[in-house]
């Protein structure tokens, strides 16, 4: 895949939320999985999409923290 920039990856981040189903949550590891990135690229990404108020913590799930959009 090609490089990404900061602001594609927090496009496909929000795209890919947006297609959860149930309560729209997902953990760090199959968001970078499904917008293919790693993991490390994802968690910046959300963080920034957190600080923008576009996401927000979806709960822990075994011990890892989930993600969801942000309901406006």
């Known amino acids: ?38 993991r490390r690229q994802a968690s910046s990404a959300l963080r920034e999409l957190e600080e923008e108020g576009k996401i927000e913590p979806g709960g822990v799930m075994a011990g890892v923290a989930g993600y969801k959009l942000k309901k406006g």
């Open 1 to 38: 895949m090609a490089d990404l920039s900061q602001e594609e990856i927090k496009e496909k981040i929000l795209e890919f939320l947006a297609n959860v189903p149930g309560k729209g949550v997902e953990v760090i590891s199959k968001i970078a999985k499904g917008v293919g990135v790693d």
